[in-house]
């Protein structure tokens, strides 16, 4: 009864926020501009960072809108027991609702959106024509399963409200870091495994940068990793809260080593002062992986960024089975990477202390699952295909993904153009305006008086401004009151309306039953 009222609820939900968003798009107009958004985050992911530093030097304009979600609606249904949310949880929850009137105000004037995971906004919504949706998920690859790949699973999305909430629609290209992951990321986000495109993210570029002075800051932070091996143990999420961590503490020898922990945002856990816990209000997992000499993990991305450092990598899965059948797993770690793969970390700790670690493993591991020789300019590459997302989208210059390198060098052409054409007037793509070469009126293309205009007669404008830039006047038939903003966009859209629906029927019927008018 529980799960049948949320869904009567989330229907509500989901036909007030389109009907809001029916009425946004016909009051704003699109712009030449980039609309990141994340509902994983409170404050600008890496990935996003470095994507909107590189558009800012070009004066592409960007809005931004992180804003965190504490838990999602499946978790209700999933958790019969845990169905009430907290007071936190709550005003969270009613902080994000308003948050998304504004949400939906960007990306109906945004020529490109992008998103780390699924969106509200960009799934749930039906948004402009030329609106193209990026999926530049947060990491390089997935050992786990998640998104689509889920439904099924104990802790998967709940089908229902799966497709209730139109859960990963919309997307135009997918980002992957490996043609190996391409297949699982088409899965994950239910599309076409030719819009994955295995690009790689700008972290990659993060990691390979040297950094002195946020190294010092680490050191000074924390000497004693100047003085031992450095072993960071950094396991993924658990929804139900499980975790080994502690007996990893207990088994390892921190007058040997250095145990460094690093958790999951959603992870909250109390060590004690034996090992290194890093504050992640200071460093990032992806500063701090760049100066360990060993990664532990499970079934985490982190994994890949691991490799990208060519770092000496293990796996501790005590839940193998478990987690198998709870979330379900892509790559195999038993059969891929059997020598460094453990469900009892003392088989991990006997490989430190006998210096056995064979070096080979990460290799074998980066070649079936990342592209290494790729990992020069991702950054720009990826900027690349957002400035195919603003300009190419309008139909200015064709595009070639599987060139994409060579098309690097057109990088500087593209955000030129971008920044010359970023105050001009947008035509309208799907309509078009009418005058006669004997008359000073102009007109909407499906006007009476624009079908008695001659074709030797007639020109064509893009746009009101194109026409009356020239000297003419607007026809008081089709539009006497266009310099009114709300009005014009009342007009526009059903003209757009008759243009798409009806007139389309009418060709149907006429070709179909040889329709006599």
């Known amino acids: 009864m529980k799960k049948y009222l949320l869904l009567i609820l989330l229907f509500i939900f989901k036909w007030h926020l389109r009907i809001v968003y029916f009425f946004i798009k016909l009051f704003t107009k699109q712009k030449k501009q980039v609309f990141f958004l994340s509902r994983q985050f409170d404050e600008i992911p890496l990935n996003y960072q470095m994507l909107i530093d590189e558009l800012k030097k070009d004066n592409i304009e960007v809005k ?86 889920t439904i099924g699973y104990p802790d998967g999305m709940n089908p229902s409200i799966a497709k209730m909430l139109c859960m990963h629609k919309n997307y135009d290209y997918v980002i992957s870091g ?104 200071k460093f990032s997992t992806f500063d701090i992986l760049k100066i360990v000499d060993y990664v532990i993990t499970d079934y985490s991305a982190l994994a890949m960024d691991a490799c990208v450092l060519n770092k000496k990598l293990m796996f501790y899965v005590y839940d193998y089975e478990q987690y198998k059948k709870e979330n379900g797993i892509n790559i195999d770690l038993f059969k891929e990477l059997p020598n460094c793969t453990s469900k009892d970390i003392t088989d991990l700790i006997e490989i430190l202390d006998n210096n056995s670690y064979n070096e080979n493993f990460e290799v074998v591991y980066a070649r079936g699952f990342l592209h290494s020789d790729k990992f ?103 539009c006497p009151w266009h310099s009114y903003k709300i009005i014009h966009h009342i007009i526009d859209f059903l003209t757009s309306f008759i243009k798409n629906w009806w007139i389309r029927l009418f060709y149907i019927l006429k070709h179909k039953y040889s329709l006599v008018v």
């Not at 902080?95 to 020529?111: E, I, R």
């Not at 030797?456 to 746009?463: C, D, M």
Request: with cysteine.
């Open 178 to 281: 490996s043609k190996a992951m391409n297949k699982y990321f088409a899965e994950a986000f239910n599309v076409d495994v030719n819009k994955v495109k295995e690009i790689g993210t700008p972290t990659i570029d993060y990691l390979l940068q040297k950094d002195l002075s946020t190294e010092k800051k680490i050191y000074k932070e924390y000497p004693q990793m100047k003085k031992k091996l450095n072993i960071l143990y950094s396991p993924t999420f658990r929804s139900d809260g499980r975790d080994n961590t502690q007996e990893v503490i207990d088994k390892f020898d921190t007058k040997k080593y250095n145990l460094i922990l690093t958790f999951h945002p959603k992870n909250e856990i109390k060590v004690n002062k034996d090992v290194i816990c890093v504050d992640r209000n």
């Open 64 to 149: 931004v809108i992180c804003k965190k979600v504490s838990s999602g609606v499946n978790s209700v249904v999933r958790n019969e027991k845990k169905n009430r949310k907290s007071n936190n949880e709550l005003i969270s929850s009613i902080n994000y609702y308003f948050n998304l009137y504004k949400q939906m105000v960007y990306a109906s004037t945004s020529k490109v959106i992008i998103v780390d995971g699924y969106n509200i906004v960009a799934s749930l919504l039906n948004h402009k024509k030329n609106t193209k949706i990026i999926q530049l998920w947060h990491a390089l690859a997935a050992i786990k399963k998640f998104g689509y790949q």
């Open 376 to 478: 020069v300019n991702i950054t720009h590459v990826t900027i690349l295909l957002i400035n195919d997302g603003v300009v190419v989208f309008n139909e200015t210059r064709p595009f070639d993904m599987n060139n994409y390198e060579n098309d690097t060098a057109n990088l500087d052409n593209l955000t030129n153009t971008i920044s010359n054409d970023s105050n001009s007037s947008s035509p309208d793509d799907d309509m078009y305006y009418v005058a006669s070469a004997n008359s000073d009126i102009y007109h909407e293309w499906y006007c009476t008086q624009a079908s008695r205009i001659t074709d030797a007669n007639k020109i064509t404008f893009q746009t009101r401004e194109e026409a009356e830039n020239q000297g003419y006047a607007p026809c008081k038939i089709c």
